[in-house]
C-alpha cells in the first residue's frame, strides 16, 4: 500500500503532464519521467509552443494588433484601451522583429489565423529548441520523488535512515508542513544529509501546483 501522501502528490505531477510510475519494490517514493534537453538537461516543455518564424515562446497573451499592447487574459472578447476600430486581439508572437509582426503578408495572415498561438494556427509548433541552450536534442530523465510529511513523519534523522540508502543523484525530497489543520506549505530540496535541519528549512510554496512548477 502506498501512503495517501505519495498517491495524491504522484497525481499533483500527473496533471502537471509529467509521466509518474509506482515501483513494487518501494514504498517511499514514485518515479517521475520528463523529456529534457539532452546538452544541458534543462526541461523540454512538450506543451510549450514556439512561433516557426522566430522560435519565440508562447507567454499566452493577447497582443493589440492597432497599438501592440498586451493582456493576459482567458479571452478576446474585451477590447484594447487604444479603442482604434481596427484593434483586435490576437495571440501574436511577442517579438518585434518577428516576420509575422514585420512583414505584411504574413503580418495579416498571421492576424487571420488569430495569431501565431492560437490553438488552430499553423504558425507555431511544439518546442523544437532547448529554450536555456538552444540544443535540438532532447531525452528522457527519470528520478525519485520522495516525500516528508511533518504529521506522519515525526522524526527526520529516522526518515533519513530510512531513505538514504537508495536516494540517489538527481532525486528530489518533497516536504510537507502543516500551518493548521487545512493549511499546508511545501518545500523540496535535491540533496540529502543527515544533519539537515528541518525547522530550518524555508517553506516557500503555498500550493503543490507551484511546488511542482518549481521542480518541472
Ligand atoms: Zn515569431
Ligand atoms: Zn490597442
Ligand atoms: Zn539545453
Same mark, same amino acid.
Given at each position: 500500500?502506498?501512503?495517501? #501522501?505519495?498517491?495524491?502528490?504522484?497525481?499533483?505531477?500527473?496533471?502537471?503532464? @509529467?509521466? @509518474?510510475?509506482?515501483?513494487?519494490?518501494?514504498?517511499?517514493?514514485?518515479?517521475?519521467?520528463?523529456? @529534457?534537453?539532452?546538452?544541458?538537461?534543462?526541461?523540454?516543455?512538450?506543451?510549450?509552443?514556439?512561433?516557426?518564424?522566430?522560435?519565440?515562446?508562447?507567454?499566452?497573451?493577447?497582443?493589440?494588433?492597432?497599438?501592440?499592447?498586451?493582456?493576459?487574459?482567458?479571452?478576446?472578447?474585451?477590447?484594447?484601451?487604444?479603442?482604434?476600430?481596427?484593434?483586435?486581439?490576437?495571440?501574436?508572437?511577442?517579438?518585434?522583429?518577428?516576420?509575422?509582426?514585420?512583414?505584411?503578408?504574413?503580418?495579416?495572415?498571421?492576424?487571420?489565423?488569430?495569431?501565431?498561438? #492560437?490553438?488552430?494556427?499553423?504558425?507555431?509548433?511544439?518546442?523544437?529548441?532547448?529554450?536555456?541552450?538552444?540544443?535540438?536534442?532532447?531525452?528522457?530523465?527519470?528520478?525519485?520523488?520522495?516525500?516528508?510529511?511533518?504529521?506522519?513523519?515525526?522524526?527526520?534523522?529516522?526518515?533519513?535512515?530510512?531513505?538514504?540508502?537508495?536516494?540517489?543523484?538527481?532525486?528530489?525530497?518533497?516536504?510537507?508542513?502543516?500551518?493548521?489543520?487545512?493549511?499546508? @506549505?511545501?518545500?523540496?530540496?535535491?540533496?540529502?544529509?543527515?544533519?539537515?535541519?528541518?525547522?530550518?528549512?524555508?517553506?516557500?510554496?503555498?500550493?503543490?501546483?507551484?511546488?511542482?512548477?518549481?521542480?518541472?
Amino acid at each position: 500500500m502506498k501512503s495517501k #501522501d505519495i498517491k495524491s502528490i504522484a497525481y499533483a505531477f500527473i496533471s502537471e503532464d @509529467v509521466n @509518474v510510475y509506482f515501483p513494487d519494490n518501494d514504498e517511499d517514493c514514485f518515479i517521475v519521467e520528463k523529456l @529534457v534537453c539532452a546538452a544541458c538537461k534543462a526541461f523540454w516543455h512538450t506543451s510549450l509552443n514556439e512561433c516557426y518564424f522566430c522560435g519565440e515562446i508562447n507567454y499566452y497573451l493577447y497582443v493589440c494588433t492597432s497599438c501592440g499592447k498586451k493582456y493576459s487574459i482567458t479571452n478576446s472578447t474585451i477590447k484594447c484601451s487604444c479603442k482604434d476600430s481596427e484593434s483586435k486581439l490576437i495571440k501574436a508572437c511577442v517579438n518585434k522583429e518577428c516576420l509575422t509582426n514585420t512583414d505584411d503578408v504574413l503580418k495579416s495572415f498571421s492576424i487571420t489565423e488569430k495569431g501565431v498561438f #492560437d490553438l488552430d494556427s499553423s504558425q507555431s509548433l511544439s518546442q523544437m529548441y532547448c529554450i536555456k541552450c538552444g540544443s535540438p536534442e532532447n531525452t528522457y530523465r527519470s528520478f525519485k520523488i520522495f516525500v516528508f510529511n511533518d504529521n506522519e513523519e515525526t522524526n527526520f534523522k529516522d526518515y533519513y535512515l530510512r531513505i538514504n540508502s537508495y536516494f540517489d543523484f538527481g532525486d528530489i525530497l518533497i516536504l510537507k508542513k502543516h500551518i493548521d489543520i487545512n493549511e499546508l @506549505v511545501y518545500a523540496f530540496i535535491t540533496e540529502l544529509t543527515s544533519d539537515l535541519k528541518i525547522d530550518q528549512i524555508e517553506y516557500k510554496y503555498s500550493s503543490m501546483s507551484k511546488l511542482i512548477k518549481n521542480i518541472i
